[in-house]
């Protein structure tokens, strides 16, 4: 029975950090504590030839400088998550040469963060300045500029992936639909930057890491792998951490502190400004990407080809991430049944890329979306109706796709029908009729999605040839303490998703108590949490493994707690049932006890247990999602699991003489199987569809044909704030997934996958009388402003 999972219980841990309570990264201090700077490179290439510390080293108030050759010397290579086909010597600090400006080539640790900052302008360095290489394809031709000449190349991955009849299926095809799509770089932005402290133990040669790291299983070997000492020897924890997104990842920073750390003998904590986290951390990579749609006339999409090019910048920590992940939503929600995907990682002089809310997505998103628009403008058929036409239907479910996802439950069709229904699509479509006769631009733009949940490293193995890390799984510990009370922890820090309290909620309903008397752990210990080398906060996963693996401990919890009881009150587990802090006989009123007497049992009044039980009430479990297999011969795969659902219709109206787009109603219908509290669920609904909303029409980190970052403030690179941002009103479906504990599915990259794709669709269907064509993001007031200008005149 479920009293509480499903219901909006207010947020826990709400009352402490909008208070003042919470404990964040740079809340966190250690005796002796210093304070890092890094020295970063103005260059966007070039040879390091010399650096000459003495002078920052002789300042007063710092305690230690590191340099590239320092790194070399003391740490092995970082490993990459995906190997790349060359090994490449990469570590925490530039050694020969650097590859993007704001590349890290020395740090400092100091007293304070101004001193180390006064010492960094000590720092010489002598560089040889090296041809920058911005554009991806560009970078791919034989003669570009190599970032790693040992690689021979600037492409990291290139295959084509071909799965069913695809030279068939276009020959059969009425016609063919072929545009080129490109997607600016962007980030989420999190309000904590990055960052780290560093302690070392000389006597057990061993480190103590505060960070924000997003993953901190995988971080853990990396960390171990560099420094050279065994895992046993690290503790990673993790505080509250002020939103992630995907971005808070880079073992390069923890290891600087690290090195820092150990020749200072005092811990050392480094956290980025803003314009180090634009300029240096990471971006959600660009790309080129030319599509093809072979399709009958009646609108039956029968084919899809497609050409990648990921721009990953100087990305070592996760590349090919951003092509291989395109494998799960490739179709969208449409039957398309042959596809044939060829995809460039290809290295650029750039900061590099990495995950970002969606990680892919969006853009595979945006170019499918885009391209269903353009062809319903070719075959003059209503947009909502040509999705209608191609949707993977209820009754085949669970489908899978061509390249091996299995869209396990959801109704896409009605899920449009409800957005369009609450939308009032007809009556809006009458009155920009009647607006564009009187001369307004008004705009309708719908987009829709599948949201893939949890990842399947086993997918790897496309690109290594090999199987290393697979699957998708977590852990979880619940404990009931002496007093009754309920403590319970998971390997995923949580970074604002309110895992403490559906935690809490999931823990109460398996044990019969109130989420009141559950605590959850905030952030991540290695020395005390459950985790393993997949643990972390990444990759939507949280309803995919992490229900599963609080419901195994709290169930094998409850299973002892029933037979103590059954022990204590002398009756049979059938008979027993826990509810309201208490287990008590079936149909015996008054006859049962409290958890607290039945706490006392398991760990003060030992031989009261049941003759063999084990003291204690504390369990541990590990769940691994059924759905990933490894890669098939034929070369499919799930790489990721289960599938949300969701259609975004826009209005947006624009100014002729500005070329300003203000969007005037957006309404968002979504599916994400079983609510586990509707109201954080909305929130992270409302929060995701402004990450898209900015996406699609102010941010955009610009570089110079000389690899400078022209956009490195808040100044230049423009975030949506509440007068940008339109009431979002959102509803739902809800087809409980067959494939996960509580039938939830991922919900938190949601509005940033289709939401660039409706804005662009409703901006070109403003335009649509000028001919203009959407095929890039963001759509500026700038941009719009050029088009009108360039425009002939409508007719």
């Not at 090994?87 to 590349?103: F, I, K, Q, S, T």
């Not at 899978?400 to 957005?419: F, N, V």
């Not at 979880?476 to 604002?496: F, H, L, N």
């Amino acid at each position: 029975m479920t009293r509480w999972v499903g219901t909006s219980v207010p947020r826990k841990e709400d009352a402490r950090l909008t208070t003042g309570r919470g404990l964040f990264l740079d809340d966190v201090g250690r005796p002796g504590l210093l304070h890092a700077a890094m020295l970063r490179s103005p260059h966007a290439h070039a040879r390091i030839v010399a650096i000459d510390t003495t002078e920052a080293a002789r300042l007063p108030g710092v305690h230690a400088v590191i340099t590239g050759a320092d790194a070399a010397a003391s740490t092995a290579p970082i490993r990459p998550l995906i190997p790349t086909p060359v090994p490449l010597h990469d570590w925490c600090l530039a050694v020969d040469r650097v590859r993007y400006a704001g590349e890290p080539v020395a740090a400092v640790a100091a007293v304070d963060r101004a001193t180390a900052e006064d010492a960094l302008e000590r720092i010489h360095v002598e560089y040889e300045p090296l041809p920058a290489v911005v554009d991806p394809e560009t970078a791919i031709r034989p003669d570009a500029p190599l970032l790693y000449p040992d690689l021979g190349t600037n492409v990291l991955w290139h295959d084509v992936l071909s799965y069913g009849d695809v030279a068939g299926a276009f020959a059969r095809a009425d016609g063919v639909l072929a545009e080129r799509f490109e997607i600016q770089r962007y980030a989420s932005t999190p309000l904590e930057t990055f960052g780290a402290i560093a302690e070392y133990d000389a006597g057990l040669d061993g480190y103590t890491f505060w960070t924000n790291d997003q993953r901190p299983g995988l971080t853990l070997g990396i960390l171990a792998e560099s420094l050279r000492v065994p895992q046993a020897r690290l503790r990673l924890i993790s505080p509250d951490v002020g939103g992630a997104f995907g971005n808070k990842r880079r073992p390069a920073y923890l290891l600087a502190s690290a090195l820092l750390a150990r020749r200072a003998r005092r811990p050392v904590k480094y956290l980025e400004d803003r314009i180090e986290n634009l300029t240096a951390l990471m971006h959600a990579c660009n790309g080129v990407m030319d599509l093809e749609l072979a399709y009958r006339k009646d609108g039956t999409v029968l084919a899809l080809r497609v050409r990648d090019i990921a721009d990953e910048g100087k990305n070592l920590v996760s590349p090919t991430q951003h092509n291989l992940i395109k494998l799960g939503n490739l179709v969208n929600g449409y039957r398309i049944g042959a596809v044939s995907y060829e995809a460039y990682s290809v290295l650029t002089t750039k900061c590099p890329s990495g995950a970002n809310r969606g990680i892919g997505k969006p853009f595979m998103c945006f170019a499918v979306e885009r391209a269903m628009a353009l062809l319903a403008r070719r075959l003059d058929v209503d947009p909502a109706e040509l999705r209608l036409r191609n949707y993977v239907g209820p009754g085949d479910m669970p489908y899978t796709t061509p390249p091996g996802a299995q869209y396990d439950s959801g109704d896409y069709p009605a899920t449009l029908r409800r957005a369009l229904e609450r939308f009032d699509y007809t009556t809006w479509r009458e009155e920009q009729a009647r607006g564009r006769r009187a001369g307004r631009l008004l705009g309708i733009g719908i987009a829709t999605s599948v949201e893939p949940a949890g990842t399947n490293l086993a997918s790897y193995e496309l690109i290594t040839g090999r199987r290393a890390a697979s699957g998708s799984a977590e852990a979880a510990m619940v404990r009931m303490e002496p007093d009754g009370q309920v403590r319970a922890s998971i390997g995923d820090p949580a970074s604002g998703q309110g895992y403490e309290t559906v935690i809490a909620q999931i823990v109460a309903d398996e044990l019969g108590l109130a989420p009141a008397h559950v605590h959850v752990e905030r952030g991540f210990d290695s020395a005390t949490t459950p985790w393993l080398y997949l643990s972390g906060n990444y990759s939507n996963k949280f309803s995919v493994t992490d229900v599963g693996a609080v419901i195994g401990a709290a169930r094998k919890v409850r299973d002892k707690l029933l037979r103590i009881a059954a022990h204590r009150l002398e009756a049979a587990v059938p008979d027993l049932e826990l509810a309201d802090g208490e287990a008590r006989v079936l149909g015996l009123p008054g006859r049962g006890l409290s958890f607290r007497e039945l706490a006392r049992t398991a760990y003060a009044d030992v031989l009261g247990l049941p003759p063999g039980e084990e003291p204690g009430l504390e369990a541990r479990h590990a769940h691994q999602n059924p759905l990933a297999q490894p890669v098939g011969p034929d070369r499919r795969v799930r790489s990721q699991l289960v599938f949300s659902n969701a259609a975004h219709c826009c209005l947006v109206e624009i100014d002729r003489r500005t070329g300003q787009v203000k969007i005037l109603k957006h309404v968002v219908v979504h599916d994400c199987g079983r609510e586990l509290n509707p109201a954080i669920v909305e929130g992270m609904v409302h929060g995701s569809t402004v990450h898209g909303l900015g996406a699609a029409l102010l941010e955009e980190f610009r570089y110079d044909e000389g690899g400078q970052l022209l956009t490195a403030t808040f100044m230049d690179y423009l975030k949506p704030t509440a007068l940008d941002v339109p009431d979002i009103e959102v509803d739902h479906l809800e087809h409980p997934s067959p494939f996960t504990p509580l039938g939830a599915k991922g919900v938190g990259e949601g509005g940033a996958i289709p939401g660039p794709a409706a804005v662009a669709n409703a901006v070109e269907d403003a335009l649509a009388p000028f001919g203009v064509v959407v095929r890039s993001l963001p759509v500026t007031s700038e941009r719009v402003w050029r088009w009108l200008r360039d425009a002939p005149p409508a007719p």
